[in-house]
């Protein structure tokens, strides 16, 4: 019994001596940045004084995304009067462009999502916009509506 003892304890001991026998051992690392993306508008120009005499399309601004990653984002423009500019119980609607042929003219009765935007790396991919009436104002007033982009990453 104490023979078998002293074989078992000089192969534990064998075992734990080859674990400190090595020269060299890998430390692995690792970490994950999640997709992530922002968004910016320049919208101090024409969508603040439409012509609500014309169906013509107006306005330049633009919005600008910009992601961690390459590939594509998603932006949804939601119409807080789903597709309506309002004056008091007076309305007009409107459809929203997206340069590019990203989003075609379409009234917001419903959110507008545009899941092919281009995203690059860190890059801003600005894109214009524009507004037409689809009808004359009839009655006097300030028409107002706001749309809302939000951006998610694919």
């Known amino acids: 019994m104490k023979k078998l003892f002293t074989v078992g304890a000089a192969a534990a001991l064998l075992v734990i001596g080859n674990a400190y026998a090595d020269t060299s051992v890998p430390i692995p690392l690792s970490g994950t940045l999640a997709k992530a993306c922002n968004v910016t508008a320049f919208v101090n120009g024409p969508f603040d004084d439409l012509d609500m005499t014309t169906t013509s399309t107006q306005g330049s601004e633009s919005l600008s995304p910009i992601c961690n990653y390459g590939g594509t984002l998603t932006v949804t423009f939601t119409s807080l009067n789903a597709g309506f500019l309002q ?50 104002a009839t009655v006097a007033g300030t028409y107002t509506d706001t749309i809302t982009a939000s951006v998610t990453p694919n």
């Open 87 to 136: 004056s008091g119980p007076n309305s007009v609607g409107y459809t929203l462009q997206v340069s590019g042929g990203l989003l075609a003219p379409t009234q917001l009765t419903v959110p507008a999502v545009v899941n092919n935007w281009p995203a690059v790396a860190n890059a801003v991919q600005t894109r214009s916009l524009s507004v037409a009436l689809l009808a004359v």
